[in-house]
Every structure is written in C-alpha cells, then in structure tokens.
C-alpha cells in the first residue's frame, strides 16, 4: 500500500479515536462535574464500542507515535531546549536560571513539558489499562500491542525523571477527578519501566510491520538507557549488544538522496530528513514519520531546526545599512531564518574537535568538515552579500561593518549545516520543515555500551565500541587511556547534536556519579552539586566572567537547576496530596518522602 494511502487510514483512525485520547491528564487535578465525566452511551465512539480489537487499539498507537513528534518538533521544541540547557549552548533570551521559577517559563517550556508528558502517558494508560477487557484469540498479538504501550509510557518517564527527579506514578486509565497524587521515587518508576521494557523487548517485532512501529530494538535501545539510570550495567550490555548484532549496521558508504553529489559525505546523507527512513539506511532503529508531500492533516509544525540552532545571519548589514543577504532569498532557502535560540560557545565550536594531532580547522572528523559546516570565521563568515545593489555585492559577510560587536551574539557563530538543513515548503518562512527525524540510531547504541563498560571498568571495551563510531566519521581513534565520562559525552555531543535529549543524557550520568559516590557526589547533595553542573560551569565560558547578558538577561546557574521546577499550578491544584517540588524551588520546605512502592490498582 503507498505510504501516503496508508498514513491517510491511520490518521482517519487517529480522529475516529481522539476525542477519548485529548485533554490534558493533569486537568483531572481540577475539579469537574459528573456530567462532563460521564461517556455518551449513544455515541458509537463510546470507549466500549472501540477498544473490542486489534484495529481499536491500533489507533491508540497510531496517537502515541504521533505524540513523538513532540519532542522535535515546533516552536522552542523540547529537544532545542535540551541543548540550549546543556554545556554545549546557553537559551539566548533565558540565560539566567535564576528567573524560572515554578510560576514562570517565560520561553522554553520548562513547566508546560510536564504537563504534556502527562498527556502522552495519559494515552498509553488507556491501552495498558483496557487490553485486557477484550479476549485475545492470539495472545501475542494482545502482547505485541501491550508492549508498544509499554515502551511509550517508559519513553515519557524516563524524560521526566531526568528533567523533573521524584515525579508521580501513573500506571492506570484514570476515571474521574483525581485530587490526591504522590510523589514517587525516581528510583522506583525506574525499576517499573525496565521490567515493562524487558517485556516488550520480549514480544516486539524485529521488523517493522509499518513505518513507525515501534520495534524489539527500540525496545533494547530504550532498556539500555533505563538500565544505565538504573546502575544495571550487566543489562545495559546486554540490551545494547542484541541491539547492535542486528538487524542494524553503521552507515559508512554513501546512500540515499545527494548520493551523487561528490562534494558531501556520508555522514551528510545520514542526516537528510529523506534518508532517515531510507531502506538502504540500516542505522535506524526508531524515528518520528512527518513528510511534506504527506496529506496535510499528518504535518508537524516543522522541525524548526534552521530557526532554533543557527545564528541571525540573515540581520548582517553591508556597507550602506541595508541587510546584505536576506532570509527571502534562495539563500535563505539553503540556510534558514535563524534566530540563535540555542546560543552554542566556542567548547562545541572549536575545542571539541581538537586532538593531541589536529586543530578544530585540520580534524579529519568528517563531523566537523568544512562541506557541512557553516563557517563564521574571527572577521569574515563563507556567507556572500547577495543583496542586488549592495556595495558589497558578492563579498562575504563581514564584522568590519556591525555598529557594534555585541550584535555579534545572535548573529555570528558557526553552525553544523548538515544536521539542520530541512526545506520548508509548506511554510513561507524557512525555519526546518516536515521531515522524518531519528529518535533513536545504532551510533548512540554504541556509546551507551560504552558508558556502562566505563561505568564497569573495562575501558578496553568502551573504547572499541566509541572507535566503531569515531571510525565511520574517519576520526582519529582513542585508547584506553582517553576513555572517561567526559570523553563520552564529548563523543556524543560530537555524533549526536539536536538527536539526543542532551541535559536529560546529562543528568542521568549525574545520578549514577551521585547514587555511586563518585568524584565527591552524593544523593543525598544532589542538589548542591552534581556532574551536570559542574561540567557546563567548567566547559561553558558563557557561564564564566564576563559573563553572557542578552536583553537585561546575565546568565547564571546553580547546582539545582539541574533539575526543573515542578508547575506551581499542578502542585497547588492536587488539594488532597502532596506533590513535592524540586529543592531550590520556592515550595520545597512543604516536601514529604516520597513513594518507594507503586501502587497501580488506584482508580
């Protein structure tokens, strides 16, 4: 069946289901009359006359793999705002933590991620809790769909106990207003999700039976990750290696769309939105389904990369005073409206890529090469004045002309081209279109083994694993002795730029450091010092004097924020519990211990 005939079914699905899937779960928190909690017993969309099959429940999945487009997808998405809150960027227009407060997120949905998470997992409780009022013919098609809801639900915890800490556990379908929530233990939702993710590594396909199933190696590559948090480091081997003994491969010949085009590489095919779900492409083991020439009704807002990680290059004035090369050009169209919310420092620019052999400008990293880079040198950038009539017309873009060298801030750093390029036709401004987007690929597998061989002790083994994906970007091998925590997440800054949920990445080592007792951290000082914070203080200069300002902000950030403040609005309007708040957050001083058991049979 065409992909786009099948995609319209699944999305007439979508619809036919929606109305019981929409609505954010946390407005149950909020009192409601009886009426609007009582189904229509005539509507045939009625609950019962839905979730009877396999296609009822199929729809559910369709809702949830839709809900994964969440993450890297429109305005300020959660993914941009991962890095900017990393040690590789500052948020341009929120560089000062010190102003988001449980109340107040005034750009990046610091708060407002919380409360759609719950949605999503809202969605996945439907399945989870009704698959069994249906008698199964097939026990594994019931197991199959079971663990699809499985792996979803344990997506959106891991994201939230690695943004928020200590959050509640939903396990179940709620049906009626719900005012009494507890905070759990990060530790126990943990320990849950992996025993639901060995399950559906367990009962998943190997092989997609559509474009955006979830597979057994999604599974494997999500159990790997909770294993890690979990200190499970045998498991996280374990599910690592099924992962990378097949059916996945590295890239390492060219593929795909710009194949023929000798003055790329592959590691340029690898991130065009149009090779993401390639069937020569054996790198992917989960990604996101958004394509332009799709029905409307399927389209993402877009990926917004060109607007989020690169600068206002498109603001450079020439000689006269007049922008020397618009966005609204065939220019524009190449390298996107940018607007530098996700401000990168000269540690990813440059420092990144220097070995004891090469400077950042010399590296063979294929990663850091001049074809897929965008080059913003000390004076004069590879972007042409392209503005007819301009006295500088076909001259590159140069500081020589700024009024003022602190317009340099948005304006004027280099960017990785090759990982944001995503035309726009179906928006009039380029800011990164529909396009398939990975979630999950076997590099990142790679490091994971490698960091729970590190965490081991057998650096031999985390370096073979880290050289498999050095070696594919034509890098410069390491040894033994280069492997440390720090190196790995150079490593997957390096590979894994605007993929990875990278302060959530961050903070999952910070944990295992803390609940180990390494280095000096500790559980119980989390909140006073952890990795994450020291690692951006000592890497990230715009945390260092002088210190970054933009728009009346000055950066600034302390060892708590590398957790977020819970929503102030959630927290108040669950009247008969208590939902604790992150310490460092005004609310903290009302916290209780949290739950060390689940208790899923709550209604």
Not at 314 to 339: E, F, H, Q, Y
Not at 360 to 369: A, F, I, K, M
Not at 447 to 462: C, I, V, Y
Not at 500 to 512: F, G, W
Request: proline fraction near 5%; glycine fraction near 6%.
């Amino acid at each position: 069946m065409p992909y786009s005939k099948r995609l319209n079914e699944q999305i007439m699905k979508n619809i036919l289901i929606k109305p019981f899937l929409s609505g954010l779960m946390l407005l149950m928190f909020f009192s409601c009359s009886e009426e609007w909690l009582e189904p229509d017993p005539l509507s045939f969309l009625a609950p019962e006359n839905v979730y009877v099959n396999e296609a009822g429940f199929e729809a559910i999945l369709v809702t949830l793999r839709k809900n994964m487009q969440f993450e890297s997808t429109g305005n300020r998405h959660p993914l941009s705002m991962e890095h900017a809150t990393s040690e590789l960027a500052i948020p341009l227009v929120q560089a000062d933590f010190r102003r988001n407060t449980p109340s107040n997120s005034a750009f990046f949905p610091f708060l407002s991620y919380f409360e759609n998470v719950y949605e999503f997992i809202k969605n996945a409780n439907v399945l989870i809790t009704r698959i069994d009022e249906v008698e199964w013919e097939d026990p594994e098609v019931r197991n199959r769909l079971l663990g699809e809801a499985y792996w979803h639900r344990a997506y959106w915890y891991y994201r939230l106990v690695h943004s928020y800490g200590d959050v509640p556990w939903i396990g179940v379908e709620l049906s009626g207003a719900k005012l009494d929530f507890q905070t759990h233990s990060r530790w126990v939702i943990l320990d849950e999700i992996q025993r639901d993710l060995e399950m559906a590594a367990e009962w998943l396909p190997v092989e997609a039976a559509n474009l955006g199933d979830v597979t057994k190696g999604a599974a494997n590559h999500l159990l790997a990750k909770v294993s890690l948090a979990n200190l499970d480091f045998d498991q996280a081997i374990a599910a690592s290696t099924k992962v990378i003994d097949g059916p996945y491969e590295l890239m390492n010949e060219r593929f795909g769309i710009d194949a023929g085009n000798e003055s790329k590489n592959v590691l340029w095919d690898l991130h065009r939105f149009q090779n993401v779900n390639n069937t020569q492409n054996t790198e992917t083991i989960y990604s996101t389904v958004d394509r332009a020439d799709a029905p409307p009704g399927t389209w993402s807002e877009g990926t917004y990369t060109m607007r989020w990680y690169s600068p206002s290059w498109w603001k450079i004035l020439d000689g006269a005073g007049n922008r020397a090369c618009n966005w609204s050009t065939p220019v524009g169209d190449t390298l996107g409206i940018g607007n530098g919310d996700v401000r990168t420092n000269d540690y990813w620019h440059y420092k990144i890529w220097e070995d004891a052999n090469h400077a950042w400008d010399e590296t063979p990293d294929l990663r850091r090469s001049a074809n897929n880079w965008i080059e913003m040198g000390d004076e004069i950038a590879e972007i042409l004045n392209c503005t007819a009539g301009s006295p500088q017309l076909g001259e590159p873009l140069t500081k020589k002309l700024y009024g003022s060298l602190v317009d340099t801030t948005d304006t004027w750093f280099p960017w990785p081209h090759y990982k944001t390029f995503v035309p726009t036709p179906n928006n009039r401004l380029p800011v990164g279109g529909q396009g398939d987007f990975y979630v999950f690929r076997l590099a990142e597998t790679y490091l994971l083994r490698a960091e729970a061989h590190l965490w081991k002790g057998n650096l031999g083994a985390a370096a073979d694993d880290i050289n498999k994906v050095r070696g594919r970007a034509n890098a410069p091998l390491v040894s033994t002795t280069d492997v440390t925590i720090d190196y790995i997440f150079d490593e997957r800054a390096r590979e894994l730029y605007t993929e990875e949920p990278r302060h959530t990445e961050m903070v999952r080592a910070s944990y295992i450091m803390a609940k180990s007792n390494l280095d000096g951290y500790t559980l119980d000082g989390f909140s006073d010092k952890n990795w994450y914070h020291d690692r951006v203080i000592r890497l990230n200069y715009h945390y260092q004097e002088p210190k970054f300002q933009w728009f009346g902000n000055t950066a600034a950030i302390d060892p708590y924020h590398v957790l977020w403040p819970i929503p102030q609005s959630v927290i108040t309007a669950n009247t008969l519990g208590t939902i604790n708040q992150n310490i460092g957050y005004d609310g903290a001083e009302n916290n209780i211990p949290p739950l060390e058991t689940i208790d899923d049979t709550i209604e």
